[in-house]
């Protein structure tokens, strides 16, 4: 069965306080993963679509990275107006939707 | 600005009444989405739509119904079938299936 685990669950950082978030995933042949931003009460906004391993992509402070079995995005000297709920998704050949994670709720502290 | 409006923000219904929420997008996208979020879980899938006049069940379809007469507009009704109608509703769309889904700003619909 398809599936995404995104971990941790929630991390508290300082602000300029880099580090990473995982989004570990089981499909049967990678058409995608996504990256989503999320914050409390809207809707998500997409960030990055990465599409085989090795690939990388950046947007101001974030940057993702994929290799066969996960993902992560990793936080540069992150801002409190990083703090949202970021979430994985993939998309594998045989099917047509997006298998979403759980999220992980990130929390910059000033 | 293209995008997906979705409407109402907030929606309040007395249990045993249907209720339509409502999507519509400018993006010309030809697919189109609707998923249920509720805290602590990911994204479940409702129904979708690759093209106008066709949609498929998702992974929760019981006690909901979609249309898909025009382009722009998947509206999804909320029946009294549906025993945990209490949620966060998220319209998508995208330029194919299966690709990067573009979402609206969602609708809270609280049933009492």
């Known amino acids: 069965e398809d599936q995404v685990t995104q971990s941790p669950e929630a991390l508290r950082l300082q602000e300029g306080e880099s580090s990473s978030l995982n989004c570990s995933y089981t499909v049967s042949g990678l058409r995608g993963l996504f990256w989503y931003r999320q914050d409390p009460g809207k809707g998500p906004e997409f960030l990055f679509t990465?599409?085989?391993a090795g690939e990388e992509k950046e947007k101001e402070r974030l940057k993702a990275t994929l290799t066969k079995k996960e993902s992560f995005l990793h936080i540069t000297a992150p801002k409190p107006e990083d703090s949202a709920t970021y979430l994985c998704?993939?998309?594998?050949?045989?099917?047509?939707?997006?298998?979403f994670g759980t999220g992980t709720r990130l929390l910059v502290s000033p | 600005d293209g995008g997906i409006t979705q409407s109402p923000k907030y929606l309040f219904r007395k249990e045993g009444q249907n209720v339509t929420l409502s999507c519509e997008q400018n993006l010309n996208h030809d697919a189109m989405y609707w998923y249920r979020q509720d805290p602590g879980q990911g994204l479940r899938l409702i129904y979708y739509s690759q093209i106008v006049n066709d949609f498929q069940k998702g992974d929760i379809a019981e006690g909901y119904s979609v249309s898909r007469e025009k382009k722009e507009s998947f509206p999804l009704t909320v029946t009294s079938a549906q025993k945990n109608p209490t949620a966060f509703y998220l319209c998508?769309?995208?330029?194919?299936?299966?690709?990067?889904?573009?979402f609206g700003p969602g609708t809270r619909l609280t049933v009492t």
């Open positions: 998704a993939v998309s594998g050949t045989g099917f047509q939707k997006l298998v």
């Open positions: 990465l599409y085989s």
């Open positions: 998508a769309s995208s330029n194919v299936v299966g690709y990067e889904q573009y």
